[in-house]
């Protein structure tokens, strides 16, 4: 029956009809205990105290609220409605002693208790209602005034129960929020999960670093609740409301750090106005790079690619963007000089990012001829132009891969970061190197190769159990690497903090319990064994290396290395043994004589570092 009447909003008169339902048992009452009454003497009296009354409600707006949503603020509001309806109902009956003013008082407190009273009962009807209902059941992170609200909105959405708040502010936690109890992370807590089937926590404000988020999600994976954030109050108030707010936890938000800080006003000097070359500008890094350089309003930004769909996409991307700058696409390869002359003599290039190369371990250690071509001769080019058509700077983006290579992609950009060294030496373009580890998302990142074995049901290939990577978002890695174009001087290679390093089957773990599945029953996690190529730990620095701190605590600096000119002979000859279709063997045989700490891993080439030592 109840679920009944309360499926519907109901209009103002039934709220009048019951109010003055209760203002007429109010008069009643007072009847009933006081025999005689001084203030109200008569049928016309109990009409006019009832009809004035409503009318003071309704000045008050107190009908304005739904019934079963009462709060405090709709109970003042009753409060000064009666208040104003007894003043001026006692110039009504002329009310001069104090036997009048006590009867008055008594009529008030009688009215205000029944129009409290039934309103409570309505509230706490539909809230039984609604929960017989299965609403999803709800904690809030964060009892302030955003979670107040948040809570607030839920409870008007008819489909969520708030269940509890959360807080790390010991003040709050032990008290209650509108009835709702707010808890800490701990035992109390943990009561409720096991007593209760909590089915999502709303994260409600954004004044809560990326650790403590790390250890919400830890606390919570293991028992099947989802995660969600939603923005500040401002952006969903006035639009899909919260519900259409939420946003899920994805393995970024778990991964990704605080806010980094960056020099704004070198980056502004370094590129607005200036006319910017950017290679593997359709690639994921490349790509990134390019929307963020938009924020500094370069002249012109030109984006090189040989991969020529992906170029128009970005096209397409770029040109429904409203901005000031310029965009040139050229469909070429680092590794044709010709094409990137031509680009120098018709563009006078201020600075360059150099993004492009091959990346995949796996594809390049069955091909080192092309790791070599577009790895190193690339670079070369790039290099050697650059610094011929005088360019300010040239950011090279390398990898943790470089550092003690294991496969031929690490070794090719070893050799190439030795190149760079080099003619940083006696070059007055500003040659400088970035390294990081994986980026989420990127082309042949781990991450959305397990967003898709997820989505088919599994099973989640990973390769060793034990197997560890370093992680960075996208847009992370491109605002140091614009922070190291802004600020270096040269020759330097700067290594981006990458934080600490994460077991890849943890985050497949992670990555299937945000998807509201378990692992192992809903989602098989399968090891495959390491690849070619392929190593357990990742570093970030070869042993001839040392770390300085930069001016920004997520940039190091690794000491320069000098190369002699033997070394940049073998780089030439490798080149030219590559480019003349020399056996895979020889070119790797190479490569590790120009790189010693190269030693293959889980590869056909680990018999030539059996055949070096001997």
């Keep these: 029956m109840f679920d009944k009447i309360f499926k519907y909003h109901y209009s103002k008169k039934y709220a009048y009809v019951l109010d003055g339902i209760c203002l007429v048992l109010a008069i009643e009452i007072l009847l009933y205990l006081n025999g005689s009454n001084l203030v109200i003497r008569s049928f016309q009296d109990k009409i006019v105290f009832t009809l004035l009354s409503l009318g003071c409600l309704t000045i008050v707006k107190a009908y304005r609220m739904l019934l079963r949503f009462t709060t405090v603020i709709d109970i003042g509001k009753i409060t000064m409605g009666l208040t104003l309806s007894m003043i001026i109902y006692s110039f009504y009956v002329q009310a001069n002693t104090r036997a009048h003013f006590n009867y008055i008082l008594l009529l008030f407190y009688f009215s205000l208790s029944l129009l409290t009273f039934y309103r409570l009962i309505v509230k706490l009807l539909y809230a039984k209602v609604s929960k017989?209902?299965?609403?999803?059941?709800?904690?809030?992170?964060?009892?302030?005034?955003?979670?107040?609200?948040?809570?607030?909105?839920?409870?008007?959405?008819?489909?969520?129960?708030?269940?509890?708040?959360?807080?790390?502010?010991?003040?709050?936690?032990?008290?209650?929020?509108?009835?709702?109890?707010?808890?800490?992370?701990?035992?109390?807590?943990?009561?409720?999960?096991?007593?209760?089937?909590?089915?999502?926590?709303?994260?409600?404000?954004?004044?809560?670093?990326?650790?403590?988020?790390?250890?919400?999600?830890?606390?919570?994976?293991?028992?099947?609740?989802?995660?969600?954030?939603?923005?500040?109050?401002?952006?969903?108030?006035?639009?899909?409301?919260?519900?259409?707010?939420?946003?899920?936890?994805?393995?970024?938000?778990?991964?990704?750090?605080?806010?980094?800080?960056?020099?704004?006003?070198?980056?502004?000097?370094?590129?607005?106005?200036?006319?910017?070359?950017?290679?593997?500008?359709?690639?994921?890094?490349?790509?990134?790079?390019?929307?963020?350089?938009?924020?500094?309003?370069?002249?012109?930004?030109?984006?090189?690619?040989?991969?020529?769909?992906?170029?128009?996409?970005?096209?397409?991307?770029?040109?429904?963007?409203?901005?000031?700058?310029?965009?040139?696409?050229?469909?070429?390869?680092?590794?044709?000089?010709?094409?990137?002359?031509?680009?120098?003599?018709?563009?006078?290039?201020?600075?360059?990012f150099h993004a492009a190369a091959y990346k995949h371990v796996f594809m390049t250690e069955s091909a080192p001829a092309a790791a070599i071509l577009n790895n190193i001769l690339g670079t070369i080019n790039l290099v050697d132009v650059s610094i011929s058509n005088k360019v300010s700077h040239l950011v090279m983006i390398s990898t943790d891969k470089a550092v003690n290579p294991s496969n031929v992609m690490g070794a090719s950009k070893r050799i190439a970061e030795m190149y760079v060294a080099n003619r940083s030496e006696s070059s007055e373009t500003q040659l400088i190197t970035t390294r990081f580890g994986n980026v989420l998302g990127s082309n042949g990142s781990v991450v959305p190769i397990f967003k898709e074995q997820i989505a088919k049901g599994g099973p989640v290939t990973v390769t060793h159990p034990e197997i560890t990577r370093f992680f960075m978002t996208i847009?992370?890695?491109?605002?140091?690497?614009?922070?190291?174009?802004?600020?270096?001087?040269?020759?330097?290679?700067?290594?981006?903090?990458?934080?600490?390093p994460v077991k890849i089957k943890d985050l497949a773990v992670s990555m299937i319990r945000l998807s509201g599945l378990n692992e192992h029953q809903d989602i098989k996690i399968e090891y495959t064994g390491l690849r070619p190529g392929e190593k357990l730990y990742e570093e970030l620095l070869t042993d001839n290396e040392s770390l300085k701190k930069s001016h920004n605590e997520l940039i190091y600096i690794a000491e320069k290395e000098l190369f002699s000119l033997e070394k940049i002979e073998q780089i030439q000859k490798l080149i030219s043994e590559a480019d003349s279709g020399k056996s895979n063997d020889i070119l790797v045989q190479q490569m590790k004589n120009i790189v010693p700490e190269y030693k293959s891993m889980n590869s056909s080439y680990e018999s030539l570092d059996a055949d070096f030592n001997n």
């Excluded at 990326?210 to 969600?228: A, C, D, G, M, P």
């Design 132 to 352: 017989e209902e299965k609403l999803t059941s709800t904690i809030l992170f964060g009892a302030g005034s955003n979670g107040l609200m948040a809570k607030r909105a839920l409870d008007d959405s008819n489909s969520v129960n708030v269940v509890a708040f959360i807080d790390d502010d010991k003040t709050k936690v032990g008290r209650t929020i509108e009835g709702i109890s707010v808890f800490g992370l701990d035992e109390k807590l943990k009561k409720i999960l096991d007593h209760q089937n909590i089915d999502q926590v709303i994260i409600t404000t954004d004044k809560i670093s990326q650790k403590r988020k790390n250890q919400i999600f830890e606390y919570f994976k293991s028992n099947e609740v989802k995660i969600f954030t939603v923005p500040a109050i401002d952006q969903w108030a006035n639009s899909q409301g919260i519900e259409g707010n939420l946003k899920p936890i994805i393995i970024e938000d778990l991964l990704k750090r605080d806010t980094i800080e960056i020099d704004l006003q070198k980056n502004v000097l370094q590129y607005q106005d200036k006319t910017i070359l950017v290679t593997g500008a359709a690639g994921s890094i490349g790509s990134e790079i390019v929307r963020q350089l938009l924020k500094f309003q370069p002249h012109k930004i030109i984006l090189l690619d040989q991969a020529e769909t992906p170029l128009f996409d970005l096209k397409n991307e770029l040109i429904e963007t409203k901005h000031k700058t310029k965009f040139e696409f050229l469909l070429a390869s680092v590794t044709d000089k010709h094409s990137l002359e031509q680009c120098f003599k018709t563009h006078t290039i201020d600075l360059v």
């Design 475 to 500: 847009t992370e890695a491109c605002q140091l690497v614009l922070e190291a174009g802004a600020t270096g001087i040269g020759g330097e290679i700067y290594v981006f903090d990458m934080g600490k």
